[in-house]
């Protein structure tokens, strides 16, 4: 199986990027998207079509701001997942934050983590959704499941996860609190599995400003990211990032499981 995330930075304009072309060379099992950005209805009829042809979609746009975040899970038909929209708090599921998914004992979550924002004006609101997702996956775990974490999680969380941390100290996606937090996932029983399978390698970056060249410069941060149960990591043979495809500001992870 193997699992793609993508922050898209809104479908839609996405699509006139060669979405389809992307999807269709890259053919993922599961696709966990990332800041949607509108609503199944606003996406044109034979696209939704030819995405639903060979894939159950769960999108989960924001309600709480029109064109704002949102998160979307698609799985092959046939593979038995089942989807659900949000944790159940509304002040994450107003905004599509999470898709939880079913298949047995694997629970995927995919979402669009929030940002802490200029001047740290939502950090306290993203370590809340960090306590609550924590808590979710620590309870997941006390049942006997087995959890795949996927999206942009909008912190990086070592030095070698961005190009310039010095630069970026206290900046959002790099402040202390941001990092314990992820520290904290971690600590639930969950595993950062490409840093795991690239230890001291730099430049492994999934975000890039789009001015002054970044993305060719590769000077870039690490902030999306798909963390799996210990119990999963002797299944995974795969997982990287895939900096080669254009269409957003965030490129794709994947991992594959076996």
């Given at each position: 199986m193997q699992l793609v995330s993508w922050n898209v930075n809104g479908f839609r304009a996405a699509l006139k990027k060669g979405f389809l072309d992307w999807l269709e060379e890259a053919d993922?099992?599961?696709l966990c998207l990332q800041e949607i950005r509108c609503?199944?209805?606003?996406?044109?009829?034979p696209v939704r079509r030819a995405l639903e042809a060979s894939y159950d979609?769960?999108?989960?746009?924001?309600?709480?701001?029109?064109g704002y975040a949102g998160s979307?899970?698609?799985s092959r038909k046939g593979t038995g997942w089942t989807h659900a929209k949000g944790l159940g708090i509304e002040a994450y599921d107003a905004e599509g934050r999470v898709v939880v998914s079913t298949l047995g004992d694997l629970v995927l979550l995919g979402g669009y983590f929030?940002?802490?924002?200029?001047?740290?004006?939502?950090?306290?609101y993203k370590r809340a959704f960090a306590r609550d997702l924590a808590a979710f996956v620590r309870a997941k775990h006390g049942e006997g499941r087995q959890l795949l974490v996927a999206g942009d999680m909008n912190v990086a969380p070592e030095e070698i996860d961005l190009a310039r941390p010095k630069d970026n100290v206290g900046n959002p996606g790099f402040t202390p609190e941001e990092r314990e937090d992820f520290r904290g996932y971690l600590e639930t029983g969950l595993a950062d599995v490409l840093r795991e399978r690239n230890?001291?390698?730099?430049?492994?970056?999934?975000?890039w400003s789009q001015r002054g060249g970044a993305r060719a410069k590769n000077v870039g941060w690490r902030i999306d990211h798909i963390l799996a149960s210990r119990a999963l990591l002797a299944r995974v043979t795969d997982v990287r990032t895939h900096p080669d495809v254009a269409g957003s500001d965030h490129c794709?992870?994947?991992?594959?499981?076996t």
């Open positions: 993922p099992d599961v609503t199944w209805e606003e996406v044109e009829l979609v769960c999108w989960f746009p924001a309600t709480a701001k029109k979307a899970t698609l929030p940002n802490a924002s200029a001047g740290l004006a939502r950090l306290d230890p001291g390698v730099p430049g492994l970056y999934t975000w794709p992870v994947s991992l594959t499981l």
